[in-house]
Each structure stands twice: as C-alpha cells, then as structure tokens.
T-cell receptor, first 114, second 112 residues
Framework: DVKVTQSSRYLVKRTGEKVFLECVQDMDHENMFWYRQDPGLGLRLIYF???????EKGDIPEGYSVSREKKERFSLILESASTNQTSMYLC?????????????FGSGTRLTVV | AQKVTQAQTEISVVEKEDVTLDCVYETRDTTYYLFWYKQPPSGELVFLIRRNSFDEQNEISGRYSWNFQKSTSSFNFTITASQVVDSAVYFC?????????FGAGTRLTVKP
C-alpha cells in the first residue's frame, strides 16, 4: 500500500525553537508539497518541490523553509517557531503530470507552539 | 491566479436527506483539473473524484454525484440519502499544473 508518512502526529514546541517536520513517500513521486490547514482557511500551500534539491514557494512561505536532499523525503523547517504557526501541517506527493493526478496525503502533524 | 470558493462553511442534515456541496472556481487556463477530497474525523484526506476541464459529463458513483458546469465555473457535489458516515469536511480543489489550490472546506454533519 503506497504511503506518505509524516513522522509525528502531534508536536508541542516552544516559541523560538527550530522545528523540523518530516515527510517520506514510498511512491517514487517527483513532486512533494507542504500545506497548512486552519479552520475557515482550508489548505494553504507553503512550499513544494519538483525534484531533489529543487523548491518553489507557495502562497505562504514566510517563516518556513524546506529541504529535499533525497527524492523520498521532504522536510519543512520552522526557523524560529511562533504561536501563529500553530496549525495542522499536511504533506502530499504526486507524479509530475500537469495536474492530472490527485495528491496522496499524509495523516498530518498537529503542531502547537507555546 | 487560480482560486476555489466553497461558500458553505457548515451544513447539517438529518440522515437520508440529500445534500449538495457547492464549489466555484476561477482560472485563466483552458486545461485544468478539479478534485473533491473528504477529510473524516481521523484527519487524513481521501481522494473522491477528478474531472478535467474538457469533460463536462456528470458522474455518479453510488450515492455520490458530481455536476461540472464550465459556464458557471462550478463543480458541485451531491450526496443522496446521506448517512452518518458521510460526516466530514469536504474540500474542492483546482489544479492547473503540478500544484493544487483548495477551497476553505465545507463541514458536513449528518445526524441520525
């Protein structure tokens, strides 16, 4: 069964900490994505990657960075966590097919910054 | 820029009622794909359907049906004879290239 795995389901971090959210997929997909989900706002795209070492900013990249050193792994980094980054973070992957395929999503990481 | 609007924030129905979830999109591209996802209380988003911009044929899958109308830029989702297990947040999404934009979601509650 193909999967996107996010390393933590729940995470609590302190303001100012550097936070790493990890995502691994086993489908050999080129494209990987990070979204955050907030009530009333839906899913908003933070960053995405078309290939190893490549990254593109989404709609809300401020305060985040990403790393894609291997095809299967896409990490989201909060350089200095703030309380307004408390959210559900969703990772997804798909093949590079100009929009044809839907995403495969991970189960999400609920991050609380205190 | 692409945009997806789900005007209904929350809908509550009683079991066996029919319910329609609305989705309106904006895009400048002539080739694009529309999706619906379901997010049950467990949290993981589940793919329901994909439609491409050249196929306006409506689709039915069991109790689910989708109505795609390019003239009104809408891609509405109807659940017939709703069940408690249909309770979830439903997202409509639009994809022009390799990324995807989502609507804000509609929370559907089906009461017994």
């Amino acid at each position: 069964d193909v999967k996107v795995t996010q390393s933590s389901r729940y995470l609590v971090k302190r303001t100012g900490e550097k936070v790493f959210l990890e995502c691994v997929q086993d489908m050999d997909h080129e494209n990987m994505f990070w979204y955050r989900q907030d009530p009333g706002l839906g899913l908003r795209l933070i960053y995405f990657s078309y290939d190893v070492k490549m990254k593109e900013k989404g709609d809300i990249p401020e305060g985040y960075s990403v790393s894609r050193e291997k095809k299967e792994r896409f990490s989201l980094i909060l350089e200095s966590a703030s309380t307004n980054q408390t959210s559900m973070y969703l990772c997804a992957s798909r093949p590079p097919t100009e929009g044809f395929y839907g995403y495969t999503f991970g189960s999400g990481t609920r991050l609380t910054v205190v | 820029a692409q945009k997806v609007t789900q005007a209904q924030t929350e809908i509550s129905v009683v079991e066996k009622e029919d319910v329609t979830l609305d989705c309106v999109y904006e895009t400048r591209d002539t080739t694009y794909y529309l999706f619906w996802y379901k997010q049950p209380p467990s949290g993981e988003l589940v793919f329901l359907i994909r439609r491409n911009s050249f196929d306006e044929q409506n689709e039915i899958s069991g109790r689910y049906s989708w109505n795609f109308q390019k003239s009104t830029s809408s891609f509405n989702f109807t659940i017939t004879a709703s069940q408690v297990v249909d309770s979830a947040v439903y997202f409509c999404a639009l994809s022009e290239t390799d990324d995807m934009r989502f609507g804000a979601g509609t929370r559907l509650t089906v009461k017994p």
